[in-house]
Structures are given as C-alpha cells and as structure tokens.
Nanobody
Framework: QVQLVESGGGLVQAGGSLRLSCAAS????????MAWFRQAPGMEREFVAA????????NHADSVKGRFTISRDFPKNSVFLQMNSLKPEDTAVYYC????????????????WGQGTQVTVSS
C-alpha cells in the first residue's frame, strides 16, 4: 500500500521559512517523480514544484521560483520543500504527490497523494 505522509506545516509570519517533508512508503521511491502541490480555500489545486526520479531535474512554479526549493533524500525515501520568504498568498494545504512519468505540472498526471499539511502565513 502506497503511503505519502506530509509534515512540517504550521503558522509563520510573512518573510519567515518552513520546511515541509514527505515520507514515502510502498513504492519504488527512486523510480518516481515527486512533487508538491497546494490548494487554497475555494481554489483549484496548483503545482508548486517537482523533482525527477534521480533528483537531477527540478521544476518550480513561477510564483515560488527563488523562494522555494524541492529536494529528495533517497536513503530516507523522502522529499522536502524548503520555503523561504513566505507570503500570505502562500497560505494553503500543501500536498505531496508521486508520478512514474516525467516532472509534469498537471495534477491529473500524478498517481498517489498524501493527506496534506496546512501552511498559514500571517501578514
């Protein structure tokens, strides 16, 4: 059974930092693209960042480039999202996702999802 378990969310002031973690189990971690999406209230789930199967290619949404960085740790079967210079508009539930194909930005391409972790940025 595939499980993706996110952690690290919380409440932070604008300009602050958070590091999200996602622990994966039940799948061949080194064969999967891993990604982060987010969903704010009343909004569609949107792409944030993705990292390919070997960790050598990444893709970040324009809205987070220069502020967020995705990375992965193969021995720990984990993927991370370092979020710096947070803004109130970054407030959302952040989801970890896995896909066996490329580092796409379309949520429909992703096969497995975590339950999400809430990030709230106060102004």
């Amino acid at each position: 059974q595939v499980q993706l378990v996110e952690s690290g969310g919380g409440l932070v002031q604008a300009g602050g930092s958070l590091r999200l973690s996602c622990a994966a189990s039940g799948l061949p971690f080194s064969s999967y693209t891993m990604a982060w999406f987010r969903q704010a209230p009343g909004m569609e789930r949107e792409f944030v960042a993705a990292i390919n199967w070997n960790g050598r290619a990444t893709n970040h949404a324009d809205s987070v480039k220069g502020r967020f960085t995705i990375s992965r740790d193969f021995p720990k079967n984990s993927v991370f999202l370092q979020m710096n210079s947070l803004k109130p508009e970054d407030t959302a539930v952040y989801y970890c996702a896995a896909d066996r194909r490329g580092i796409g930005t379309d949520r429909l391409e992703y096969d497995y999802w975590g339950q999400g972790t809430q990030v709230t940025v106060s102004s």
